[in-house]
C-alpha cells in the first residue's frame, strides 16, 4: 500500500511539472486501466478537476486509445465525433498510451486551450515520459 501511495505521488508531481513547465499543456492526466474493467481511471492530474473520472473503453479519445494501442493527436477537438468534452476551453488534446512489458496498462492525457499546438517533439517526449513512468510501475 505505501508503494501503491507512493506512485499515485510520482505521478502526480509528473503532471504538475508539465503543467506548470510547458505552456500549452493546460491539463495534465494519467488514466489507467481500471483493474479488469473494461474502462479507464483517472489515476493522477494537474489543473482543473473533470467529471470524466471514469471513461469507457472506446468513448472519447482516450477510450479509443485504450482500444487502438495508437497515439492519438488531436489538433482541433470539435473536428472529432467521438470525443468527451472536459473543459469549454479545451481546444487540442494528445494521448498517448502507456506500456509495461508490452501491455496498454494505461496513458497520459493533456488538453491544451491553444489551437493545433501539438508536435512531433510532444510525441517522442510524451513517450519518452511514459517509459520512464512504466519503470517506476514494474
Ligand atoms: N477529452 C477526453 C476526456 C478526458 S478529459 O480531456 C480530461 C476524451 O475525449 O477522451
Partial sequence: LEAQLNIDDKLTTVCELLQ??????DWVGFYFRNGDKEE????????????????PFGKGICGQVAVSNQNFVVPDVKAQDNYIACSIYVKAEIVIPLFVDGV?????????HTADPF?????TFLEFVNKKVAEIMK
Fill in 40 to 55: 479507464l481511471k483517472l489515476k493522477a492530474f494537474a489543473g482543473e478537476p473533470t467529471d470524466h473520472t471514469i471513461i
Fill in 104 to 112: 496498454n496498462v494505461g496513458q497520459i492525457d493533456i488538453d491544451s
Fill in 119 to 123: 508536435s512531433e517533439e510532444d510525441v
Fill in 20 to 25: 506548470s513547465t510547458v505552456p500549452y499543456y
